[in-house]
């Protein structure tokens, strides 16, 4: 029997969530960044004006209020409300090397759920996060993570990370309540699929979309003569992602020079960059995802850079990469397939965190953490009862979500999100596969339409 949370069910809906998009409170969703004066908003005011819209038209009756917890083990968020408080469960790496990562989602979660309790809460009652610490991402500690997070009652768990085996995931569907992550891995998503699993949500496009998304970006820089090659030929680093791209390039008629495949965490590079060296390419596709990694990276490369266009996944999101690399990364790509907007939406949504913890947000798992707490609180509205965990699974498969990160709308069978424009031609039924460069120690957003904010810069080694 799929295991139950017993909440009563309190108060009402107002509209019906994903249908109502862009009407009533959520017209407001457009004017995220400033008030009726045309004056930028301040933290307070976009937790309770902004937050209250980007639930999607719910009633979150109550009082109003909030107290905003630490983020270590066991720690939790909680806030005003009527009735006994909603907890949803944070398995997120708050300790270990991917704390960087761990820190932004823990925020981005903290953030909304401050929101959203000094709205009233979700059908008047407040949000208490729990966090479930997941270290080094082993498999074991996702499981203990996700037998805690269950055990402690939970109406949803959010993640940037499951484990490449899925092994969490029987957990997970065994109790039914929904389970977001931001996991790129495919096998994931077809591991939900192949299981019919009905409640994981694979919040972002998987890593299959890297690979043609760059491609296409890197097409139109040569289209553009906004770079020529050196060579037709690519060196990849690869954790699990690159493949795509080494398919994908050699279609094109590209030699890989050199494909490297490398186990993180990793912060020598000599033997790696020995190999470029010795017969450099056209372009370096690396795709560790750790900031410590790939500053090093590019640090080394610095020292004695081929005429190489240097593509980096992910990692420089991370506030941190920049913080070690300093200039040396001016000139390096990356890319996210889930990247908060450089919009008003998504400038509101980075006021507010700088103004709460003191610091910019990252670029990707803030913000996209932040979003899916908004997306499963509209879900569990228009249910009537958080733990009506059948019904919350039908709403949020009917979603179609505007959030900083773009459009959140799941495929059927995957429960995956997806890209544009790399698989639709619409930017309001997709989640915008995001290229950014580092320009003067600033992320300048290059690519994709309509979201652009700057031109691609030649980097000056080339």
């Known amino acids: 029997m799929t295991a139950r949370v017993l909440l009563p069910t309190v108060c009402l809906i107002a509209a019906l969530g994903w249908a109502a998009r862009g009407h009533g409170e959520v017209a407001t969703m457009t004017d995220a960044g400033r008030d009726a004066s045309g004056s930028r908003m301040t933290r307070r005011q976009m937790l309770t004006g902004v937050g209250a819209a980007a639930v999607g038209g719910l009633v979150v009756g109550g009082v109003g209020g909030y107290v905003i917890g630490g983020g270590d083990e066991g720690t939790t968020t909680s806030g005003g409300g009527g009735g006994e408080p909603i907890k949803i469960g944070s398995a997120s790496p708050v300790s270990g090397a991917y704390a960087g990562d761990g820190q932004e989602m823990t925020r981005g979660q903290e953030l909304a759920v401050e929101a959203i309790n000094g709205n009233g809460g979700v059908l008047g009652r407040s949000l208490e996060l729990v966090v479930a610490d997941v270290e080094d991402l082993a498999p074991e500690k996702m499981v203990n993570a996700a037998r805690r997070l269950t055990n402690e009652g939970v109406a949803a768990v959010f993640s940037g990370y499951t484990s490449t085996s899925s092994t969490e995931y029987d957990v997970y569907a065994e109790y039914g309540a929904p389970m977001f992550h931001l996991n790129t891995f495919q096998p994931n998503a077809d591991y939900v699929a192949d299981n019919q699993i009905p409640n994981i949500y694979h919040s972002c496009p998987t890593e299959v979309w890297y690979g043609p998304g760059f491609i296409l970006f890197m097409q139109r820089l040569i289209d553009g003569g906004m770079w020529q090659p050196s060579s037709e030929s690519v060196a990849v680093i690869s954790i699990t992602i690159a493949q795509t791209v080494r398919e994908g390039i050699q279609s094109l008629g ?32 690396h795709a560790d995802y750790i900031p410590g990694d790939l500053a090093s990276f590019q640090q080394q490369f610095r020292s004695d850079p081929t005429q190489s266009l240097m593509y980096q996944q992910y990692g420089p999101s991370i506030p ?143």
């Open 320 to 462: 941190e990469y920049l913080e070690l690399a300093g200039q040396d990364a001016d000139g390096v790509i990356w890319s996210t397939v889930i990247g908060t907007l450089p919009d008003e939406i998504g400038q509101a949504f980075k006021d507010a965190y700088g103004e709460k913890f003191g610091a910019e947000a990252g670029l990707s798992q803030a913000g996209g953490q932040y979003d899916l707490v908004h997306v499963w609180a509209q879900a569990a509205a228009m249910a009537g009862d958080p733990a009506d965990f059948e019904q919350v699974n039908v709403n949020l498969k009917r979603t179609i979500y505007r959030g900083v990160s773009g459009t959140y709308r799941y495929k059927p069978g995957e429960l995956t999100a997806i890209p544009y424009p790399d698989a639709v031609s619409d930017p309001s039924l997709g989640m915008p596969h995001l290229t950014f460069q580092i320009q003067n120690q600033q992320q300048v957003l290059v690519d994709p339409q309509p979201y652009v904010q700057g031109e691609f810069q030649l980097p000056e080694w080339l």
């Open 254 to 285: 590209w030699e890989v020079k050199l494909y490297e495949q490398v186990t993180a965490p990793l912060t020598e590079w000599g033997p790696v960059l020995a190999k470029v060296r010795a017969d450099p390419p056209g372009l370096i596709f």
